[in-house]
């Protein structure tokens, strides 16, 4: 599988072949420089933290299962406990550093921060302990999901995501959180999922670009790519209409607009699956 687009930033250690979970891929800060820390004080579910300062911290670019307050159901998704519980044996209690590689807050105050826990000495050298997406990810218990505006380590991430789907950890288990078929997708509206298919058709109308991934476009799924995610795909050596006939792995929110549809608002968000 090939990751689409520009994937964030490298980390030193990943040139020397360290591995990819153990440290810090992509920290950007050195020892010396001023870093931006706290202490675990809640977890409140397997992608948010709040700090001992009184800051709500998200796990930026994963998407945990929820507990009941999480959905607009009211229900929790399955096996939200059981990431709550594994990211509060990760961090409560701990220190944590925050690096950011794009957004800094969401709309509800949150910091968002790809987030390493802090098992340096006191002194504040050496480098980051282990990275907590790619913990959570690795076990099987959050999905990627990057934002246009925070697209860092969109590449390790979807690796580490990867390796959990093949060997069918945690959520992959489980068949509410399977990767969908582009025809199965009348009852997922206005939820995350992730979606394979064929593409049937790429087409640009009015300066917006189609996927479409059956004979009509009225009905069938269709990705929606905006000229900034085509320009993006550009830059990582895509052609846009020579997608058409590849069959690929799409990411975002199933929306209801003449059929299902995704609007792919960043180049991380497609994967090719064959080649």
């Avoid at 599988?1 to 950007?28: D, E, I, K, Q, V």
């Avoid at 069918?168 to 009852?187: H, K, Q, S």
């Avoid at 900034?228 to 052609?239: M, P, S, V």
Wanted: overall charge positive; charged content about 30%; glycine content about 12%.
């Amino acid at each position: 599988m090939m990751c689409l687009g520009s994937c964030g930033r490298t980390w030193a250690a990943l040139a020397l072949g360290l591995p990819l979970l153990a440290g810090a891929p992509g920290h950007a800060e050195t020892a010396a420089d001023a870093r931006d820390v706290g202490t675990v004080q809640a977890v409140i579910d397997g992608d948010t933290l709040r700090l001992d300062d009184g800051r709500t911290v998200r796990l930026v670019g994963i998407e945990a299962p929820k507990p009941p307050l999480g959905r607009r159901d009211g229900r929790p998704w399955p096996i939200a406990e059981r990431a709550r519980a594994e990211l509060s044996r990760l961090t409560l209690g701990k220190k944590v550093i925050l690096d950011y590689g794009g957004a800094r807050e969401d709309r509800y105050g949150r910091r968002l921060a790809q987030v390493y826990r802090d098992d340096g000495p006191r002194d504040g050298s050496g480098a980051p302990g282990p990275w907590l997406q790619g913990e959570m990810l690795r076990r099987g218990l959050a999905r990627v999901h990057t934002q246009a505006d925070n697209r860092a380590l969109a590449a390790q991430m979807l690796a580490a995501e990867r390796g959990a789907r093949a060997a069918r950890r945690g959520l992959w288990a489980l068949d509410v959180y399977r990767i969908r078929r582009p025809e199965e997708l009348g009852a997922d509206a206005d939820s995350f999922q992730l979606v394979e298919g064929t593409v049937q058709a790429a087409a640009v109308t009015a300066g917006r670009g189609y996927l479409n991934f059956g004979p009509d476009r009225h009905t069938d799924f269709t990705v929606v790519v905006p000229a900034a995610t085509r320009r993006q795909l550009r830059e990582a050596g895509i052609d846009f209409a020579a997608l058409a006939g590849r069959r690929v792995l799409v990411r975002g929110w199933i929306m209801l607009r003449d059929g299902p549809m995704i609007e792919l608002s960043h180049a991380e968000a497609i994967e090719l699956t064959e080649e």
